[in-house]
């Protein structure tokens, strides 16, 4: 089937499915590129909280940027409106694939028709999230990292993705601060995931061993790549209920791995000890929280 590239794009806005950790994040990289940018969310604290973090933050990445225009940002609370006449829609919900795939469905038969709808799942390929779907040919894995720090994007066909989506994202995504890698393969994780996937479970399996802290692996982390945080600080960012989803998603594809790294994770998760975002994590965040 022939798929409709959308028109008119500057004058369109884009939608944001999700308004949490990397969502708002996704959000304000649009904006950053001139886009009126939605944030759906049905929690009204988490929307409030996404808009706002874009609002105080788009300055300074604005500036930053030698050509950048600020565009604007709301949230919404009714998913019809929120995809009204958008001509790309970013799903950023939790890593459950019975919620992704119902949400496609309804991006589906919501969304323009010419509208690109992708997914920022960091672990599912966008290939399980298509039982709904009628038109998969627009449907694709958009994964960002943690913009505007890290703002690499993996790209990933669904297996029935139109080459010229993919080649229309490579085109437009660098003018809103972003750039975009093709996995050429389906690849669970993508390509640098794949790579910090190792790196995170290992980090994990020298602290669930015993053998070292969270803070001295971050500290040697620091000293020897000249990188300004660790793994544990870097989980800690995009919170460790997420990094427990994406962990259990790799062991059910790979039984083989090892559980510790998992259940180091879950005695965090289970004590609601989420990282940033719960004021404590690997770390304690509540005196910053409590200052800010």
Known sequence: MSVQLPQNIATRPVTVIGGGTLGRRIALMFASGGADVRIFDLADAVRSAAVAYVE???????????????????GADELASAVSNAWLVVEAVPERIELKTSVFGDLDRLAPADAILASN???????LMIDEVATPERVLNMHFYMPPQQNAVDLMSDGKTASEVIAFLQEQLPNFGVFPFVARQEST??????????IKREALAVVADGVSTPEDV??????????PAGPFQMMDQVGLD?????????????????????????????????????????YDYSEKTAAA
């Open 242 to 282: 997420v990094v427990l989803d994406i962990e259990q998603h790799y062991a059910d594809e790979n039984p083989h791995l090892p559980e510790g790294p998992r259940e180091l994770l879950r005695s965090y998760v289970d004590a609601g000890n989420l990282g940033v975002k719960s004021g404590r994590g690997f």
């Open 189 to 198: 994780g993508f390509i640098f995931n794949r790579i910090w996937a190792a």
């Open 56 to 74: 105080q933050t788009l300055p300074s990445v604005v500036a930053a940027r030698e050509g950048a225009v600020a565009g604007t940002v709301q």
């Open 218 to 227: 971050d500290a040697m982390w620091r000293v020897n790549s000249g990188a």
């Open 121 to 127: 799942s960091s672990s599912f390929a966008s290939r």
